[in-house]
């Protein structure tokens, strides 16, 4: 990622309150479920998810392209089908797949920059969700739908709904980046304006820890 980037990412001028609930919803069946979203630096989405209540990990890494590129280095250079992406494994009884994309939508990142966030340029920070069966797809094509229709944001969503065929894992220097560095002026002015939404919006969804 471009850490000259001044403009904080994410959709800062828009209140999470203008989002509606996910009128289809999917809770999965019963233990650990998995989720994997794609908006631009997987610094600032990780930060953003690791604060809910349900969320049990959540890991930086890699995802739409093959294991032979899946490499920071290599992905930043633009040229795999690979983005920077999180794989979040949470627990549905406390938090749902539809409340996991209502946060992704209105406060992770803005669905509406097309292979960018920000100062962040390239298809490797593109919006998208990796679904990981046909149930999350609807989900997720419903919540787009609604979004459009309540004209959430002026510009058309341009988030990708991907097949989840593999998640490989960031280098461990990625992993919990922004709460490890929260004096690097990336995180300063990207991730911790997200990170203070969700505490302001989100405030009942919470890990109590």
Request: with cysteine; glycine share 8%.
């Amino acid at each position: 990622m471009d850490e000259t980037c001044s403009i904080p990412g994410g959709n800062l001028t828009i209140s999470p309150s203008r989002f509606p609930d996910p009128v289809s919803d999917y809770t999965g069946s019963n233990g650990e479920q998995l989720a994997v979203f794609a908006g631009g630096c997987f610094w600032c989405v990780e930060a953003v998810f690791r604060q809910l209540d349900g969320v049990l990990s959540v890991i930086s890494g890699y995802s739409g392209g093959t294991a032979e590129t899946a490499h920071y280095q290599t992905v930043c250079g633009g040229a795999t089908d690979h983005a920077e992406a999180v794989s979040i494994r949470f627990d549905p009884s406390k938090i749902t797949y539809g409340q996991l994309l209502k946060v992704f939508f209105s406060v992770a990142h803005d669905p509406t920059q097309l292979n960018r966030q920000g100062a962040d340029h390239g298809r490797q920070y593109r919006s998208a969700i990796f679904y990981a069966d046909e149930k999350q797809k609807r989900v997720a094509e419903a919540y787009i739908q609604q979004l459009n229709a309540a004209g959430v944001f002026k510009r058309p969503i341009v988030t990708l709904l991907e097949p989840l065929a593999a998640f490989y894992d960031a280098e461990a220097y990625h992993q919990d980046y922004a709460a490890k560095h929260p004096d690097q002026p990336y995180i300063a002015f990207t991730a911790a304006p997200k990170v203070g939404k969700v505490r302001t919006y989100f405030a009942d969804r919470l890990t109590k820890e």
